[in-house]
């Protein structure tokens, strides 16, 4: 377990203000307790100062996980988010989009967003901006990527992508070997 380098935190922030913009500051100065960013094993958790000073009695091949597991670097550098990171994108997000009842389960299962399962969308969201999906009842079941901005999803047809699948609940089941 150690600290981000610069190259890594760079990637890491840019990667977080494509879905919750400005509000990254309240992921580190937080009220209740300072949380920091720590990364092991190529994956990045994000983790309470205490527990981290607690953990790090514990040797490196020992410890399996720490905190929430934000996502991991790939071998080429870049930063993929994962599920494990989606209470705290849904909580600071700047852009959603609610789907009906019929999109709910064709998302869960790893498609994209079509138009036609779109219930409401946040006003003024630009294309390719990074979006937390919920259903009608408020429940956060993934984030994307927006395939067009609010004006021009208006003007497509029921069919044509609104929103990219980027991750979804169902990973849970689907991914639970690799995801931890």
Known sequence: MRPLTDEETKVLFEKLTKY??????????????????????DRVYYVSE??????????RHNLVSLGVCF????K?????LH???LPLLAQYSKYKV?????????FLYGNHVVKAHIGRVTEDMPEHQGVVIYNMAD?????GVSARSTVDMRKV???????????????YLREEDSLF
């Not at 205490?50 to 040797?59: D, F, H, L, Q, S």
């Not at 996502?71 to 790939?74: S, V």
């Not at 609610?98 to 389960?105: A, F, L, Q, S, Y």
């Not at 429940?139 to 984030?143: A, E, T, Y």
């Open 20 to 41: 919750i913009g400005r509000n990254i500051v309240h992921l580190i100065d937080r009220p209740d307790e300072p949380y920091c960013f720590r990364l092991q094993k």
């Open 50 to 59: 205490e527990i981290m000073r607690k953990a790090a009695t514990i040797g």
């Open 71 to 74: 996502g991991k670097f790939t």
């Open 76 to 80: 080429t550098g870049k930063f993929r």
């Open 83 to 85: 599920i494990t990171a």
């Open 98 to 106: 609610w789907v009906k009842p019929n999109g709910e389960m064709p």
């Open 139 to 143: 429940v956060p079941l993934g984030f």
């Open 157 to 171: 047809d029921p069919t044509g992508i609104a929103v990219f699948h980027q991750a979804d609940n169902g990973e």
